[in-house]
């Protein structure tokens, strides 16, 4: 999904794992959209940049299933921003979602494993 | 909903708009924080962002279309295509709209005779008791009421003897109210000096208080009121309350007289209420054993009504007890009334036939108006129906030839992704927008219908008290055939229309997916042929019925003749009196200037009344028991007034209505039945049957034979005998040398100067009278004329479309045809062998419907037979006419092909 052909020590994020990482990031509290892809890229140290053209739509997408939800809050700059926040049903996904990570993971490691 | 919708949109798009420009704001900040100017940092923001169009694309598609979003796309996609056609969509819209209108105006007398339920408490536990015999039942020794003589199912009324009322409600387990009533007629209502004639109904005590209907004021009739010596009281309608009291309070308790007898008016009726009956709507409801009062010897009368046990009058409903059903009633009750019949039968001829009591739904009152209009209606929904199928398939065919000329667009968008669903979905929600617009402008031409044909109904009757209205369940009727038609000639086309080949139909290729499409135009087109063959068949059956009435020998003559009636003995008159008012109006009359002759009678000719008596000739060997005669009580001059030729003797003067000596005239009926070969005149006939008392005339005169009560059965043997002391109203038939109705206000004025109290009814001209008997199968003509036009109409503009299409799809092959050789002659042959194949399947067809159903129309017609060879040929000749009118100019086109340019167009 999210790709960036510009940087070389970029890499491309495997399909559907960009969901996994919102949720993950707002773990940690809510967030607007643009601290969210800022958390992405400082957690990753920079090797995972997601454009908007992704972000946004999947932080909408997750807001409609119902697993976030957001509010509206004046922010830093005094500006009427969009706070994202998991739901009850976001942290449940985000575990079920984290234990199949792993798993897939463990799996793939195993076969790749130098012989 | 939509409004909310479109609201909570329209703040999801500032949302959205907010964030991105925060997300924006942000990026800038930072930029500018390492050093940028504002401008670059703004700038370079903007440019790493990427497109924000798209972006904001995206993000909508996850907030999810609702079917009502899709459906608002829809239609305004569909109404933009519509208005890019406006010439198909305004014949779609006008053809639907008189198709559903058409419907919905019929359905709307439907809904008013046959389904309107009595606004009554509970109307679905009521229920009428009627009776059935084979014939006549001898135990019946007299009838005040209505019966109905069916071929099929015999006998059948709803009128019994008191007696059989009072027998079959008490200890009734199965009723939990019966109630009675009668048809009081006419009665001259006078109210504080002003007499006006209006309808009465008898009700029992309980009437109203088994129907659960509550008073607009006072109080209504109870089982006090209804018991012999009771104070006289009446209860009046809630339209003449208003007519008449403007809804004054004062209106109770005022005295009336009725008939000249002293009423109470004790309270009045709802405003929804009108009794029992749809088909009337009495304005005064009187007690049954008020009744006697109105008559002549009030107690003979009583006699009869009250105590007599062969004397049927008495109308009865009942409401069933709960957990009572219809049949089990019935059972009961039969066996009962079983019982009394055959305890009143004295003699083993009367026990032959008796009648049996049959019990009927009564929750939308008596059937009086379903006996009379629910067969035409049910054939002229039929017709209707039919109407509507055809434009439907009209538009199914404009909507073929249009999707083959969408076939790119259609291609196009299923090539771009478009689900085929998807696609049909938006056809359909086209055809669906169609019906609707359709369906409003029917509902506007019901509304027009319906007074065009409560109009036609009425036909200058002032009595007609059918109203059909566009009530919610109408309009429900209208939205389901609106959504009905909607999808039947949507569907079709739509389903068809994306089965293109994709590849081809980009390419703008010809007639590679026609072949079925254009089997399915031609089988619409053939259909339409054979609908429409039928519709005019009908039409011609009926405009000829029509026609033979209209030329039915009369026996006299109906041209400028005025008809009106009075009732003297209603306004007090009897006995020596009421003869000297009539004579003495009689005289009067003549002396109005342009009044050539005139006479009286006690209805006036083929009116639909009749008058029976049994009749004897001394000397004659009759059969079995009695003989009977039609009798028709005359004034002086009649048979001059009305222009009927005397084949013998003379007729009957104004010295013969006195003389102590009765003398009569008979028709040649009579004469030839009663006295073949013979001379009547001098011979005599007794009219006072088997009552012992008699009743003998001379025959002085034998008239020539005159339509008596009907157009349409024979002319039976009538008698015509003075009217002295034998009516209550007369009927004056005034001939007159102009207009007949330009002289009704000197009439009034006459009137009016002998007696105040007497009011003028019935005003009509003979002809108008004669016309109003044959209504329903004028309207049948004249209706039918309509619709086989508009179905000829619709049809030849489908089949023109269809041809031309054909035509249009065929170009290429024809240029072919024609660049190898073919002459124009060849070409217009291959068109018109098409069009004769269509043409004669089409007719093929529609003759084998007619045959199987014109004889529904049997009862309808008159002087022909439903397989009437000259209306079938003449149909198919019009048919013919038409299709080579419809064809003409798409062969003409056909021929005239350039085969460079068709070539080209390849």
Redesign the interface.
Known sequence: MAHNNRSENRIELLQGTLDMLILRTLQWGPQHGHGVGQAIRQSSADWLQIERGSLYPALHRLEARGLITSEWKASDLNRRAKYYRLTAAGKKELVAEQSKWKLLVRVIARVMRPA | MMQWDFWRRKRRET?LD??????L???A?ERIRSGATRQEAEQASRRD???VL??KE??R????WTWLQRLAQDLRYGWRTLRKNPLFATMAVLSLALGIGANTAIFSFMDAILMRALPVWRPGDLVILNWRAKGAPGVVHGLSGSWYDDPHTGWSSGDYPFPAYDLLRTNNNVLSNMFGFADAGRLNLTVQGQADLIDGQLVSGNFFSSLGVRPAAGRLISDDDDRAGATPTVVISYNYWRRRFAKSADAVGQSIFLNRMPFRIAGVCPPEFFGVDPAGAPELFIPLHAAPLFTEDPQDDAKRRFLDKNFYWLEIMGRLRPGTSISEAQTVLAARFQRYVNSTASTEEEKVDLPALVLAAGGSGIDSLRREYSKPLFLLMAMVGLILAIACANIANLLLARAAARQREIAVRLSLGAARLRVIRQLLTESLLLAFLGGMLGVWVAELGIRFLTWLLANGRDSFTLHASLSGQVLAFTFALALITGILFGLVPAIQATRVDITPALKQIRASASRSRLRLNKMLAIYQVAISLLLTIAAILFVRTLSSLHSVELGFDDENVLLFRLNARQAGYSDAALDRFYTDLWARFRTIPGVLDLSLSDFALVSGATGQTGVAIPGRQVPHGRESTSVLKIGPAFFSTMRIPILLGRELQERDMTRSFKVAVVNEVFAKKYFPNQNPTGRHFDLGGDGGKSDEFEIIGVAKAARYNSLKQAIPPVVYIPFSQRVDGMSFELRTHSDPLGLVATVRQIVRQVDPHLPVTDVNTQSRQIDQTINTERIFAQLCSCFATLALLMSCIGLYGMMAYTVERRTGEIGIRMALGADRRRIISMVLREMILIGATGLTIGLAAAWGTTRYLESFLFGLKPKDPLAILLATGILVVALVVACYHPALRASRIDPLTALRHE
Not at chain 2, 18 to 23: L, V, Y
Not at chain 2, 61 to 64: D, K
Request: proline share 0%; hydrophobic share 40%.
């Open positions: 949302d907010d964030e991105i420009a925060h997300d704001a942000l990026d900040e962002f990427g497109n798209l972006l995206g993000i598609e996850t907030w999810g």
